[in-house]
């Protein structure tokens, strides 16, 4: 049961981490996008002028949709750091009860042998 627990432990600290990586790749990505996707100044005209409207309209709403993801990013970060905080700690106390017991037991055979 408690080497189940160990194993399920890692496999949860594995799959934190992959996780982390991944989102922290993600917002590197979304900022090198945010850099790259501001619009070069066109020529005004009638038809550029509604063009420009346009897309003027359009990178609103893909910078307002970054920043909601930015902030969903962060949000899971910081979940991420501090549920991988419990886990550690978790695994602490799993230790120390193991060590405790392994201890008990130990006095225990002495005390029957």
Same mark, same amino acid.
């Given at each position: 049961? @408690?080497?189940?627990?160990? &194993?399920?432990?890692?496999?949860?600290? $594995?799959?934190?981490? $992959?996780?982390?990586?991944?989102?922290? !790749? &993600?917002a590197?990505?979304?900022?090198?996008?945010?850099?790259?996707?501001?619009?070069?100044?066109?020529a005004?005209? $009638?038809?550029?002028?509604? @063009?420009? !409207?346009?897309? *003027?309209a !359009?990178?609103?709403?893909?910078?307002?949709?970054?920043?909601?993801? /930015? *902030?969903?990013?962060?949000? $899971?970060?910081?979940?991420?750091?501090?549920?991988?905080?419990? *886990? !550690?700690?978790?695994?602490?106390?799993?230790?120390?009860?193991?060590?405790?017991?392994?201890?008990?037991? *130990?006095?225990?055979?002495?005390?029957? /042998?």
């Amino acid at each position: 049961l @408690q080497v189940a627990d160990q &194993a399920s432990l890692h496999g949860i600290s $594995t799959s934190t981490h $992959t996780v982390q990586q991944i989102l922290e !790749e &993600a917002a590197r990505l979304l900022k090198l996008l945010w850099r790259v996707s501001l619009p070069l100044k066109a020529a005004h005209g $009638t038809a550029q002028g509604t @063009q420009d !409207e346009g897309m *003027k309209a !359009e990178i609103f709403r893909l910078r307002k949709k970054l920043s909601e993801q /930015e *902030k969903k990013l962060h949000s $899971t970060v910081k979940r991420l750091h501090s549920t991988n905080q419990l *886990k !550690e700690n978790m695994e602490k106390v799993i230790i120390d009860q193991l060590v405790l017991t392994h201890d008990v037991l *130990k006095k225990a055979r002495g005390n029957l /042998e």
